[in-house]
Nanobody, 124 residues
Framework: EVQLVESGGGLVQAGGSLRLSCAAS????????IAWFRQAPGKEREGVSC????????YYADSVKGRFTISSDNAKKAVYLQMYSLKPEDTAVYYC?????????????????WGQGTPVTVSS
């Protein structure tokens, strides 16, 4: 059974940092790309960043470029999203998702597996 379990969300002040984790199981981790998406209250879910586990290539949405860093630990089958300089507009539920693709795309339909999400609240 495929499982993606996010953790690490919470409440932080603007300018602060958080590190989200996504623990994966039930599939061949190295064959997949893992992405982080987020959904703010009243808004559509949007892509944040993704990583191709086979070679560590990454991609970021413009809104987080330079502030967020995605990384993976293939031995632990985990992906991390280190978030710095957080802004109130980063407030959202953050989801990790997995896709058996070689392309670095933040396109939701290609992601077959999703976690339940972890909430992040950034106070001003």
């Amino acid at each position: 059974e495929v499982q993606l379990v996010e953790s690490g969300g919470g409440l932080v002040q603007a300018g602060g940092s958080l590190r989200l984790s996504c623990a994966a199981s039930g599939f061949t981790f190295d064959d997949y790309a893992i992405a982080w998406f987020r959904q703010a209250p009243g808004k559509e879910r949007e892509g944040v960043s993704c990583i191709r586990n086979s070679d560590g290539s990454t991609y970021y949405a413009d809104s987080v470029k330079g502030r967020f860093t995605i990384s993976s630990d293939n031995a632990k089958k985990a992906v991390y999203l280190q978030m710095y300089s957080l802004k109130p507009e980063d407030t959202a539920v953050y989801y990790c998702a997995a896709s058996r693709t070689r392309h670095l795309l933040l396109v939701q339909p290609i992601y077959n597996y999703w976690g339940q999400g972890t909430p992040v609240t950034v106070s001003s």
